[in-house]
């Protein structure tokens, strides 16, 4: 787009690139700090000639950019501040590619085909749905207590909470997203979620979760963190369920529990667990990863509904017996099969999302 001068900046050529990637090498640390400064006023000066900044939801970003003894004496005053728009400009990019990486709104834009401006919109949301800015004070200030690597894995988790949030926003939205709407939409129950998450969490899922929390214990990661890190894997799909709550009525609480119910009963775990071991060495294999994925998340929440109408678990699988079997018996196939590729992945979702189609609704 004509941001960089590579000589100038002393960045690798194209050709330099392709030896590296050859070798197995990749960019230096000043190479990187270099691509993130760019990121980060291409960010500004796309945001900035936007109406984004003027989003109220946004003065927070303003006031926070002062000393608190400036904010109680002249809170009244910041809002005329000729710098304004600047500051809250700056200082939401800068978290942004901080706390999201400097691929993070290139790839989510080319998933999504939705600007920049719009990713960071939802963005805003994300970060504030799963409390994200809290977790990552959390995490850096345990920096003396346990191995980089675990610290880095942490904060990778929070990274890809917030982006699967994101993406979900924005499939499920028109643009503009109206960020104050949806954390209030959202923000209560996801929180409320977490907390009960293991009053609901069912079968393997669970015990995954809880394996993942004592391993974190036993690397030293405190034990309010440990608990809470463990369940940033699966709180992308708690907008389903507030979403279905709010559709269908029923409590929160009783939608996540048959949710995770019916990801046993589907045996979705392989499906969960063969996408997420899937290649993503290029866009297009993360971009088909990331459609199984929503189109797995799409047929769960869809199972999910269709029990609530039922009325139980117990009653819609004696009434769907025939179409489980079947699904079941294409599973086992595939899974002995030893090719869980996009092929095959795609074919077990067509065949979980036949289940549904072939539930009967009694008129609903």
């Given at each position: 787009?004509g941001?960089?001068?590579?000589a100038l900046?002393?960045l690798?050529?194209e050709?330099q690139i ?5 070798s ?5 640390a000043?190479?990187f700090?270099?691509l ?6 291409s960010n500004i000066?796309v ?11 946004l003065r ?11 904010r109680?004496?002249f809170?009244h005053l ?6 304004r728009?600047e500051?809250?400009?700056t200082?939401l990019?800068n ?28 963005w805003?949301a994300a970060?504030?749905?799963?409390d994200?800015?809290?977790?990552w ?10 191995r980089?690597d675990v610290?880095i894995?942490?904060l ?5 909470m917030i982006?699967r949030t ?5 499939r499920?939205?028109r643009p503009?997203?109206?960020i104050?709407?949806?954390?209030v939409?959202f ?5 409320r979620?977490?907390?009960g998450l293991?009053?609901?969490l ?5 015990d995954?979760?809880?394996a ?5 214990l036993?690397a ?6 440990a608990q ?5 894997p ?8 507030v ?21 046993e009963?589907?045996d979705?775990?392989w ?15 993360t971009?088909?990863?990331s459609?199984?994925?929503d ?5 769960l929440?869809?199972?999910t509904?269709?029990v609530?109408?039922v009325g139980?678990?117990d ?11 079947r ?17 095959t992945?795609?074919v077990?979702?067509r ?7 072939s539930?009967p609704?009694?008129?609903?």
């Open positions: 787009e941001w960089i001068d590579r900046e002393d690798p050529s050709k392709v030896e590296r990637r050859t197995g090498g990749g960019l230096t000043p190479e700090a270099v993130m400064a760019y990121t980060k006023t000066d945001v900035g000639r936007s109406n984004l900044p003027d989003e109220p939801v927070r970003e303003l006031a926070q950019y002062f000393p608190v003894p400036l109680e004496r809170d910041l809002d005329g501040h000729p710098l728009c500051i809250i400009t200082r990019c978290q942004m590619v901080n706390m999201s990486g400097i691929t993070f709104d290139h790839r989510i834009t080319e998933e999504t085909g939705i600007d920049v401006v719009e990713v960071t919109r939802a805003v970060r504030d749905i799963v994200a800015e809290a977790a004070d959390e995490i850096e200030s345990i920096q003396s207590a346990v980089a610290q894995e942490l990778l988790e929070v990274r890809q982006e994101v993406l979900w926003l924005l499920h939205g503009p997203l109206d104050a709407a949806a954390v939409e923000r209560e129950p996801v929180q979620l977490a907390s293991d009053d609901v069912t079968g393997r899922m669970r995954l979760t809880f993942r929390e004592a391993g974190r036993a030293g990661v405190p034990e309010r963190l809470r890190s463990s369940q940033w699966v709180v992308h799909t708690f907008l389903d369920i979403r279905l709550a709010g559709r269908t009525g029923a409590p929160v609480a009783a939608v996540a529990r048959t949710y995770w119910e019916m990801f009963v589907v979705a775990g499906v969960w667990d063969a996408i997420g071991s899937m290649p993503r060495s290029d866009r297009w294999q971009q088909a990863r459609a199984l994925r189109d797995l998340l799409a047929v929440a869809d199972l509904e269709d609530l109408g139980s678990v009653a819609w699988t004696a009434r769907n017996e025939r179409s489980l079997t699904a079941a018996g294409l599973a086992a196939e595939l899974r002995r099969s030893d090719a869980l590729e996009l092929t992945l795609t077990a979702l065949q979980l999302r036949n289940v549904v189609l539930s609704h009694d008129g609903r």
